[in-house]
């Protein structure tokens, strides 16, 4: 396993490499040159040459990419077009914690909901509580994001008063409930219908029936036995969601007002502000490359019939 | 000259301050901001882009005339609280360094941070009035201004500012290093200065330091407008100290001589100014203005006082404006920016390199119809560049009023009135948002059933509109363009004259060139005014535009208990003025 680990490590680098070509090369492709962006409309040529000469934007793109990597290398990606003089980590680094910390929330409030409503449906399966419950979870499910944040801003800021409308202060304040609640609520649908699939499994399993035989308590057997044993496949899933943790959820931090990293990605194409375009590119695919990973090895670790070979 | 940048996001914009200006789909630009000056502006609504200019803040910059109207509450004779905290929502701007601001969005701070000889007032009797000068005086035949500062002047750290740190800071504007993408047409006149852009020099012998108080700068010839351009934001007083110890990031601690110091910034988050303790005028009642950067729901956040200040956007116009409703108390006319919205043609590129076809288009178009039935008449028809408030505003000037007989004959005349051989025609403007222009739709449509004649209409985004629009690649555009200046020159002389860097119609007519030049050296001011608007008509006549709106009138809504807020039709500093009831 050890060899295994080591040699998917080895490989994300290459994958990183190409990732990053790829975002990279539309800086020669697409329409629109970060030089005049920066100059703006009036710009005369002379002024427009010179930024450009300075980016080294002249340069082939091959040679532009290399200087590129080798910089990234350095742990030096370069500097925002868009925000002169600001190195692009110092950028990114406060909008990767407040997306961090939003998808944090935003999962804790998935799991709470998710995984409680999942057993309690699974519990209840052959009576109408369980499709009932299902179905509402789905309809919340389908609304869009661009519904719920109004709704909610509408309830609970403008009509009750009690949460701010925008803004964020940490995940901890009281304005990171309704950016939680909006991301985190359609996610719970999906983690009930595991957490239900898992328990109805683990309903079926002869321990269980044995616990009963035995008889224990409903609450003892529930807890100690069933829920507990549901879980086991569902943090495999929380596994592949760690890929999604520094990413961003445009709409929801557009209608909050959150200043995390979508806002940040999207002014980057509109500007062409190609040095954080790649930085944030490299990040989601190392993070989905390290997701990836810790996922198999889960799986191996849970279950040692999967057997890692390389 | 400040484009507007695009920040936005388009549905930040979106939501965000839209100004009511949305109405009229021209502007609104999203983000909250600013908007400034002059420049050009894309007129689409959504998005927001940079453009020079326009981007419909909100609030700022619009308005015009009446101040009086404009403003929120003064009350005379009462003593203002001071304290206090003003919040609204703005976009990250470009740049805070003087020498590099070309949008609205770094404008509107630069000027609240920084300040120069002379400054803009918004009133169109005195457009222009010392502001670190005490005085000037020209002689030299207009070729040599020689300007007084006030005693004591004093940057935000306590230091002194003397005539010598306007040298230095017109000298670092104009060095190649500093990559200022406009000193040639704001400084340039200065002798010395173009050796200083081209490398070859490091000083300019056109600015002298005759004593710590008096500075003396000579220019090529006598423009009376050189005096305007001293109000732009690089033309302002930088701290030396401050710039070479600060390296690149010079204006994350700014040193500067505004009403207000930059406490601090966090991108895309929040913005905070404070008042100046070394103004050397009055102080700002506020203690603080805080820009709030990362965009939200504005009206939510303007409902739940979160911020003081909003536009209003379509949805909620009727809802805000019902008189029984309580919020339609904060409601305050915003009214017109000195700005034109138009479209241009590009006489190069065929069908408009004829001029019949031009003037046909021209006369096709019902504007006053469409300012009433489409804008419920917040916005004016435009008969030429120069708006109404402005100096040089010609108010007889008819232009090309609708007439479809005209059109049809004007047609008829041209080289393309075969509607089988006539080039394609694309129109296009910039803006991200899903539905493009109402204006531009509504005019193509009219131009559709007048003429037969049918135009596509195309929306890139900003980057990609300024690229096509630089590389000459559009054959027709619309856009918008703000007063940089309170003088004719911004409009008809920047955008008209042949070989202008900006003029992105191509158009050329020596004769409109030999005015401009008159016009550009001629001392007597009425006599200037008459040919800047003979030059204006003989172009209004060759259509290079077909002119659309002048401004955008727009409400806006601002908390009852702000006070001293005004709304000029350029951008000024504002926030000295403002305070808040306690």
């Known amino acids: ?310 | 000259m400040k484009t507007a940048r695009f920040l936005g996001i388009s549905l930040l914009a979106a939501m965000s301050l839209f100004v009511v200006a949305c109405t009229s789909e021209e502007p609104p630009t999203p983000t909250p901001a600013p908007e400034p000056t002059a420049t050009q502006v894309p007129t689409v609504v959504s998005t927001p882009p940079p453009s020079r200019a326009e981007r419909p803040t909100p609030v700022s910059s619009q308005a015009q005339v009446a101040p009086e109207l404009l403003q929120t509450p003064e009350r005379v004779g009462d003593e203002r609280p001071t304290g206090g905290v003003f919040r609204r929502l703005w976009a990250d701007p470009p740049t805070l360094d003087p020498a590099l601001v070309t949008d609205g969005t770094s404008y509107d701070i630069v000027i609240e941070l920084f300040s120069g000889l002379v400054k803009l007032t918004g009133d169109a009797n005195e457009p222009i009035v010392m502001d670190l000068a005490e005085s000037y005086s020209v002689s030299n035949q207009g070729r040599t201004y020689t300007f007084i500062l006030k005693e004591d002047l004093k940057f935000n750290d306590g230091s002194p500012v003397t005539a010598s740190d306007f040298k230095w800071s017109w000298e670092r504007a104009s060095a190649p290093e500093t990559e200022s993408p406009i000193v040639d047409e704001f400084l340039g006149d200065i002798l010395g200065v173009q050796a200083i852009i081209d490398g070859e020099a490091t000083i300019a012998d056109g600015i002298e330091v005759v004593d710590d108080h008096t500075l003396r700068v000579t220019i090529d010839a006598p423009k009376p407008y050189f005096i305007a351009k001293l109000t732009y934001p690089i033309a302002f007083v930088v701290n030396r100290d401050n710039v070479v110890s600060g390296g690149e990031n010079w204006t994350d601690e700014p040193v500067g001589t505004g009403p207000f110091v930059l406490k601090s910034y966090s991108i895309g988050e929040r913005m905070v100014l404070s008042k100046n303790p070394h103004y050397w005028g009055d102080p700002a009642y506020l203690d603080e203005v805080q820009l709030l950067l990362a965009g939200g729901s504005a009206m939510a956040m303007y409902e739940n006082d979160e911020i003081d200040i909003t536009g209003i956007g379509l949805a909620d116009l009727e809802r805000v404006t019902d008189p029984n409703e309580e919020i339609s108390k904060d409601v305050i006319e915003v009214p017109p920016s000195f700005r034109t919205s138009y479209i241009g043609f590009n006489v190069e590129e065929p069908p408009f390199d004829d001029v019949h076809f031009r003037r046909a288009l021209n006369f096709a178009v019902d504007k006053t119809l469409v300012a009433n039935a489409v804008f419920s008449d917040l916005v004016r028809p435009a008969t030429g560049p120069i708006p109404p408030g402005f100096v040089g505003f010609n108010p007889d000037l008819k232009g090309l009023e609708f007439d479809e007989a005209k059109a049809q004959e004007e047609l008829a005349m041209s080289k393309y009135a075969d509607a089988d051989s006539r080039p394609r025609i694309v129109i296009t403007l910039p803006g991200t948002g899903g539905s493009p222009s109402l204006t531009t739709e509504v005019v193509a449509d009219m131009w559709r059933r007048t003429l037969g004649v049918d135009v596509e209409i195309q929306q890139v985004e900003w980057a990609t509109f300024l690229q096509d629009l630089h590389r000459n690649r559009l054959q027709a555009f619309s856009l918008a363009w703000q007063a940089d200046y309170p003088d004719p020159h911004t409009f008809v002389d920047v955008l008209f004259r042949t070989g202008s860097s900006i003029n992105n119609t191509n158009y050329s007519n020596p004769e409109v060139d030999a005015l401009l030049e008159q016009a550009n050296v001629e001392a007597d001011p009425v006599r200037r005014i008459e040919l800047y608007q003979e030059a204006e008509e003989m172009i209004v006549e060759d259509a290079a535009w077909l002119p659309l709106w002048w401004g955008v009138e727009g409400k806006v809504l601002v908390k009852q208990h702000v006070g001293g807020l005004t709304f000029p039709p350029l951008s000024v500093p504002i926030y000295q003025h403002v305070w808040i009831d306690g």
């Open chain 1, 1 to 310: 396993m050890l060899i295994y680990t080591s040699r998917r490590l080895l490989w994300t680098p290459v994958l990183l490499i190409v990732a990053g070509l790829f975002i990279f090369s539309l800086g020669s492709v697409a329409p629109g040159d970060p030089a005049e962006l920066m100059a703006g409309q009036r710009a005369d040529p002379e002024a427009v040459e010179r930024i450009r000469e300075r980016l080294g934007l002249n340069d082939p793109f091959l040679v532009q990419y290399t200087r590129y990597i080798a910089n990234a290398l350095k742990g030096d990606f370069g500097e925002s077009y868009r925000y002169r003089g600001r190195d692009v980590w110092e950028l990114l680094g406060p909008k990767l914690r407040v997306s961090l910390e939003l998808n944090l929330v935003s999962y804790v409030v998935t799991l709470a909901i998710g995984l409680p409503l999942g057993f309690w449906a699974a519990m209840r399966q052959g009576t109408w509580k369980d499709p009932t419950m299902t179905t509402i979870m789905l309809l919340i499910y389908a609304l869009p994001v661009f519904f719920t944040a109004p709704f909610l801003i509408l309830v609970f800021a403008l009509w009750l008063d009690w949460i701010p409308v925008s803004g964020w202060s940490g995940m901890f304040s009281t304005r990171a409930i309704l950016p939680a609640i909006t991301i985190g609520l359609p996610g719970a649908f999906v983690f009930m219908r595991y957490m239900r699939a898992s328990t109805l499994d683990v309903l079926g399993q002869e321990y269980v029936r044995t616990a009963h035989g035995k008889g224990m308590g409903h609450m003892t057997v529930n807890r100690r036995h069933i829920a507990r044993n549901a879980l086991l496949p569902i943090i495999t899933i929380l596994g592949f969601s760690l890929a999604g943790l520094f990413g961003g959820s445009l709409i929801v931090e557009l209608i909050y007002g959150i200043p995390g990293v979508s806002r940040l990605a999207l002014e980057a194409v509109f500007q062409r502000d190609y040095p954080v375009l790649t930085a944030l590119t490299l990040l989601g695919a190392g993070m989905l490359a390290v997701a990836n990973l810790v996922a198999d090895i889960m799986y191996s670790v849970i279950d040692p019939r999967i057997r890692l070979r390389s």
